[in-house]
């Protein structure tokens, strides 16, 4: 007799039952039986600590509200990442330990704050912080994406209309003119110079852009290389301060938010260099770590990398270790650099497109003139004769 598993079916049931799943469901829970976690986005996961939160401000045990998230079908993808930390609660695990075990989708940044809530008796409170935290990151990254986006589409659609001009329309105005033997201007000559080229050598300069791409990629995989391009990233005329708000900003909000928590100021230090993703920055921010670790204070440390901190910023620092109340001046650096984030992106935009637009509108217009110009002398050739 063949002998059946705990849900009664034997193992070719069990097969079948398994494979009359959707392919993506059984990976995923395949995935999650040995351990493996499904990565999640940012969103999914804010979702999650908000909901958390909210449960277990109104009294909700931890266990039955990953279990109430688990069955919640916009979390459908964080099933069985929900179900397995519940089933580790269960076991007797912390839920900072039971996070801790998908790396995937939990940073240790992210697991230490839950484990100072969980110290701290203020679980509900560390969650609304690190949802909230997110939501701030994830509103501004949308924000400056949506700025941007009209500019990138511009030039995807220009460089695509001129791309067509140069290889499609081109060669047969020049077939045209080749068989009414017309005299072609020097600007013509030149457009079928380009077209010419566009369309036997073009697909080497794609080839080259991508190459050129992965080769960044790859370069940017050592340390030392990366950091060396973030700092000239920095130095850049209108892109550097704009970068360099950015990268300040994810150190004080991370920052600010562990100091919040509980953690002294080396141990946030430590935590918050890790969550900057300029290279350059990191290492500035790491400095900073080992000295106020040496006894320094960090006011002086900020005043001494002014490259990295704007001086309101070493100012509000400043003050804030005076008075006592660093973690409250970090609350106010977060919202003076969202404000700068937001004022460079607009003054960055609000040049960019009227150059962009007027720059794709005159090499269009270049194009069709050099096209036209040859045909408006034919047209006077033949109403000569």
């Not at 700025?147 to 105005?173: E, Q």
């Not at 430590?270 to 006894?295: F, M, P, T, Y």
Request: hydrophobic residues 45%; contains cysteine.
């Amino acid at each position: 007799m063949r002998q059946r598993n705990s849900k009664g079916l034997s193992p070719i049931n069990a097969t079948a039952a398994a494979g009359s799943q959707p392919f993506g469901v059984a990976r995923r829970r395949q995935a999650a039986h040995k351990g493996v976690a499904t990565r999640l986005s940012n969103r999914e996961i804010t979702q999650v600590f908000t909901n958390l939160s909210t449960l277990l401000e109104n009294g909700v045990s931890l266990p039955k509200a990953l279990g109430a998230l688990a069955e919640e079908r916009s979390l459908e993808r964080c099933r069985d990442i929900l179900l397995g930390v519940r089933k580790r609660l269960e076991s007797g695990d912390l839920f900072s330990t039971a996070i801790g075990e998908y790396k995937s989708c939990f940073d240790t940044m992210t697991v230490n704050q839950v484990k100072v809530g969980e110290r701290s008796g203020a679980l509900g409170e560390a969650l609304t912080n690190i949802a909230q935290q997110r939501q701030k990151a994830g509103k501004l990254r949308g924000e400056v994406i949506k700025k941007l986006a009209y500019p990138v589409i511009l030039v995807l659609v220009g460089a695509a209309v001129i791309t067509f001009l140069l290889t499609y329309v081109v060669p047969v105005f020049e077939e045209t003119y080749s068989n009414a033997k017309v005299p072609l201007p020097g600007v013509t000559q030149a457009l079928i110079l380009v077209g010419s080229i566009a369309r036997n050598y073009g697909w080497m300069v794609v080839l080259a852009g991508v190459a050129g791409a992965l080769g960044v990629a790859q370069l940017r995989r050592r340390e030392d290389a990366a950091r060396a391009i973030d700092t000239q990233m920095l130095r850049l005329p209108i892109l550097g301060p704009w970068l360099r708000d950015i990268a300040v900003l994810e150190l004080m909000n991370v920052l600010g938010n562990l100091m919040e928590a509980g953690f002294t100021l080396a141990d946030a230090l430590s935590e918050a260099a890790e969550s900057v993703s300029n290279r350059a920055v990191k290492g500035s921010v790491r400095d900073l770590h080992r000295a106020v670790n040496q006894g320094e204070r960090f006011s002086r440390e900020v005043e001494r990398h002014s490259e990295l901190f704007p001086p309101m910023v070493s100012q509000l620092v400043i003050v804030g270790e005076q008075s006592g109340k660093l973690t409250k001046a970090t609350q106010h650096i977060r919202a003076h650099l969202h404000e700068e984030i937001e004022r460079k992106t607009n003054l960055f935009v609000g040049v960019i497109e009227p150059v962009l637009t007027i720059s794709l509108a005159s090499a269009v217009g270049m194009v069709l003139l050099a096209i036209y110009l040859p045909m408006f002398d034919m047209i006077n050739a033949v109403g000569g004769q």
